[in-house]
């Protein structure tokens, strides 16, 4: 390779050859490797040392013309900050301006300087050659005859006019042939390495597998996505989004499977993660969303609106997040917000036809529109061992709604075999309904107080106690039915419109304390829409 084509920086322990797309340590100490996007994120903060370098900057200049969101690049950033071992509280080699940009603010050595100053000074020598031969050629015309000088050119000025115009053109040719000649090298040779693919360091691996594990929210693989995040942490404790995904995995144990104590730890853990990933990054688009998480759980006592604002902020940060509009969406649906719910569970799944949970809860709205055969549609989609708690309550609920009674009885007793604990007593809750429309009363009575013990301290409790003012409807115990509608909208569930045209509840619509009760949910409800509105 010409020297003309190198472009090497040292700084610390670190050298950087761009153009044979090198990232090393001077001390021949292992060093990560930096993806793709990193490194030339890494060259345009160098290229550009001393100044704030913007967020939008840097996007253009290392994504082109690709649409991407602000996380990519500070997913790049990070990876430089791992490979330089520069934590974000020292910031030895960039520093982060927040709310615009980064700075390289470490010394730099160009390693080619020395090279092009002698370089530059040979292209001048060149030139003033060239100057000559031209000044001959322009003394020849205005009357130097074998080797004489004119009076006339000693004195006159375009002839000196010429000599500088010369120099100028070719001082420009000389450039621009220099300059396309290094950029064709380079666009070469990054099209080569773009194609190479790049390593990923071992708590990066460790922060993706976690990350798809804890988005199913199924108890096993949420246990195993935090050993994962655990792992990854240890490994980097600066890493701001493996913080963000453990503070899921913590929200998920303390929300679906767990109780008292035990779901007081898990939920402080969440809220501490949250915290380190908010200390690390305070723009962190998954930081935000897995605070609306943590928000919206029934040891904050379900502050929908916060929740809400928390998604949006992600949102803001990165609009294409399918998770946030796909967990913003659930919080809709619970305050009855349907036609929002659906809309953002429909972008969420724009984004990610993948999202298994996102499709399982578009059939949840279509449940509490009433489209009961359109949710079942839905469900039988979704594989049953996803997440269980989930797909096969709804199924069920959904079958009674349409009198198959024997399929949804047959998919509870299923449950609760394989897990007779039954977290939150949702199938339990599920039986009593079957029961009571069955018209085995003292049964269904029993299978009430049973939900209501082991089902009281869970986060999703709030569908528990929704089928239990289902089971007294159906036994025709209007009182209880709607202080049990009244326990299940206070702990996250005051589900306006589904709880108007729910049939399970038809016995019950001409109860003096059901219409008042309703009164007030629809005030509530119409506060909401105003809400979501703003």
């Known amino acids: 390779m010409s020297k003309e084509n190198k472009e090497i920086y040292e700084f610390g322990p670190y050298r950087l050859d ?14 990560d490797s930096l993806p793709e996007k990193a ?19 840097l996007i253009e200049a290392v994504w082109r013309d690709a649409i991407v969101e602000e996380n990519n690049l500070d997913k790049s950033i990070h990876a430089i900050r791992n490979a330089l071992k520069d934590r974000p509280t020292e910031q030895k080699y960039i520093k ?15 390693l080619e300087d020395a090279e092009s100053d002698e370089a530059d000074r040979s292209t001048i020598r060149n ?11 322009v003394q020849a015309t205005n009357g130097h005859v074998d080797g004489q000088e004119s009076p006339l050119a000693e004195s006159t000025p375009r002839s000196q006019w010429l000599k500088i115009v010369a120099a100028i053109v070719i001082t420009f040719v000389v450039a621009v042939g220099v300059w396309f000649v290094s950029e064709s090298w380079r666009s070469a040779k990054l099209s080569e390495t773009e194609s190479a693919g790049s390593g990923r360091s071992p708590a990066y691996d460790l922060y993706v597998r976690g990350k798809v594990k804890v988005a199913s929210e199924n108890l096993e693989d949420t246990e195993a996505a935090i050993a994962l995040l655990e792992q990854a942490i240890a490994i980097d404790p600066d890493f701001a989004e493996a913080h963000a995904q453990l ?24 809220e501490v993660e949250i915290e380190k990933a908010l200390a690390l990054n305070p723009n962190l688009a998954e930081a935000h969303f897995a605070r609306g998480l943590i928000l919206w759980s029934n040891t904050r006592g379900f502050p929908h609106e916060k929740a809400i604002e928390s998604y949006k902020r992600s949102l803001a940060l990165s609009p294409n997040l399918d998770e946030t509009h796909h967990q913003l969406s659930l919080v809709y649906s619970h305050i009855g917000l349907l036609d929002e719910a659906e809309q953002s569970v429909n972008r969420a799944l724009e ?6 949970l996102a499709r399982f809860r578009a059939g949840v709205y279509s449940e509490y529109k009433g489209n009961f055969e359109e949710a079942i549609s839905v469900f039988k989609t979704i594989p049953r061992d996803f997440t269980p708690l989930l797909i096969d309550r709804s199924m069920a609920e959904a079958l009674i709604q349409v009198g198959r009674m024997q399929e949804a009885d047959r998919i509870a007793e299923e449950y609760l075999a394989k897990f007779p604990k039954d977290e939150g007593g949702s199938f ?11 018209g085995r009363q003292d049964e269904a009575v029993q299978a009430i ?20 003012a289902s089971a007294y409807a159906a036994l025709g115990r209007s009182d209880e039915a709607v202080r049990w509608l009244e326990n299940a909208a206070d702990t996250g569930f005051p589900n306006y419109p589904y709880f108007e045209i729910d049939p399970n509840l038809e016995s019950i619509r001409h109860s003096q304390k059901y219409i008042e009760f309703m009164a007030k949910l629809r005030i509530q409800w119409l506060h909401f829409k105003k809400f979501a509105e703003a």
């Open 428 to 438: 339990t809750s599920v039986k009593a309904l079957l029961l009571a429309k069955a």
């Open 18 to 31: 761009v153009g044979e797309h090198l990232f090393e340590r001077t001390d021949g100490i292992a060093n």
């Open 39 to 57: 490194f030339q994120t890494l060259v345009v903060l160098i290229r550009n040392r001393g100044r704030l370098v913007t967020k939008n900057e």
């Open 247 to 270: 503070a899921r995995g913590y929200n998920t144990m303390a929300f679906k499977y767990s109780s008292d104590a035990e779901r007081k730890r898990y939920h402080e853990n969440a």
């Open 351 to 356: 984004i990610n036809p993948n999202n298994t």
């Open 449 to 468: 107080a049973r939900a209501e013990e082991i089902g009281n301290g869970f986060g999703h409790f709030h569908h528990t106690a929704y089928n239990i």
């Open 96 to 110: 982060t301006v927040r709310k615009h940009g980064y700075r390289f603010v470490a010394d730099v050595k160009n």
């Open 127 to 137: 030139i003033q050659h060239s100057s000559h031969i031209t000044d001959a050629s």
